[in-house]
């Protein structure tokens, strides 16, 4: 599985020491089926109960399943360590996720055309 590191600006300071290298990884459904069911709520509908899952949550779980660790402090993170992260430094973990999964649908969707008999527009 892929994994790329992250330098950050502010680091997530563990005990005394400030880590500032994160390394991420490439997400997996049972990231994102895990983080959805763990970001789901029950609401009260005028029909009835429902569940109802914030896609903002949901991003934040998946990403704090990404992280394979921040210097020498193993992950998962913990929602309540990734709000002790500057949001420099989580804008950074966002962007580097987004910038991992294009390149894993890019690399998808031109074996898609190479399977098809079309050139890789690469």
Do not use: Y
């Amino acid at each position: 599985m892929r994994t790329v590191e992250v330098p950050l600006d502010h680091g997530l300071k563990i005990g005394e020491t400030v880590e500032t290298l994160a390394v991420l990884r490439e997400t997996t459904a049972a990231d994102v089926i895990d983080a959805t069911e763990e970001s789901e709520r029950l609401f009260q509908a005028t029909d009835g109960p429902c569940l109802v899952a914030s896609p903002c949550m949901v991003g934040m779980h998946t990403l704090r399943r990404q992280i394979v660790s921040i210097g020498d402090h193993k992950g998962p993170l913990t929602i309540g360590e990734l709000k002790r992260l500057s949001s420099a430094d989580l804008g950074l973990l966002q962007e580097k996720a987004v910038e991992m999964e294009t390149a894993a649908l890019k690399g998808v969707t031109g074996r898609g055309r190479l399977a098809a008999g079309t050139e890789n527009p690469d």
